[in-house]
Nanobody
Framework: QVQLVESGGGLVQAGGSLRLSCTASGRIFRINAMGWYRQAPGKQRELVASITSGGSRTYADSVKGRFYISRDNAKTTAYLQMNSLNPEDTAVYYC?????????????WGQGTQVTVSS
C-alpha cells in the first residue's frame, strides 16, 4: 500500500518560515506529480503548489514568491519551503501524490500537518 508521511508543521510567528516534507513509500512505478494542498477552517481545500515529474511547478497566486516546492527523486520526497508566513497561511497542509502503476493514475493523500501562524 502506497503511503505518504508528512512532517514539518508547527507554530510560527508571522514573518517566519517552515519547511514541510512529504515522503512516499510503497510500490510506485512512476511518480507523475507531487503537490501540496491546504484547508483552513470553514474553507475548501485548495492547491498551494505542485511539481510534475518533468519539473514543472505551479503555485497559487497567494503564495507566489514566498513558497517554493522541490523534490528529491532518490528519496521520493517532496518539500515545501514556506517563507514570510502570515496568519492567512494557517491551515492543515496535505501532501498529494499522483503516480502510475500499469498506466493507471492513482491519487494518494498524506495525513495532513497543521501549520499555525500567529500575529
Amino acid at each position: 500500500q502506497v503511503q505518504l508521511v508528512e512532517s514539518g508543521g508547527g507554530l510560527v510567528q508571522a514573518g517566519g518560515s517552515l519547511r514541510l516534507s512529504c515522503t512516499a513509500s510503497g510500490r510506485i512505478f512512476r511518480i507523475n506529480a507531487m503537490g501540496w494542498y491546504r484547508q483552513a477552517p470553514g474553507k475548501q481545500r485548495e492547491l498551494v503548489a505542485s511539481i510534475t515529474s518533468g519539473g514543472s511547478r505551479t503555485y497559487a497566486d497567494s503564495v507566489k514568491g514566498r513558497f517554493y516546492i522541490s523534490r528529491d527523486n532518490a528519496k521520493t520526497t517532496a518539500y515545501l519551503q514556506m517563507n514570510s508566513l502570515n496568519p492567512e497561511d494557517t491551515a492543515v497542509y496535505y501532501c498529494q501524490l499522483v503516480y502510475s502503476n500499469d498506466m493507471v493514475p492513482i491519487v494518494v493523500w498524506g495525513q495532513g500537518t497543521q501549520v499555525t501562524v500567529s500575529s
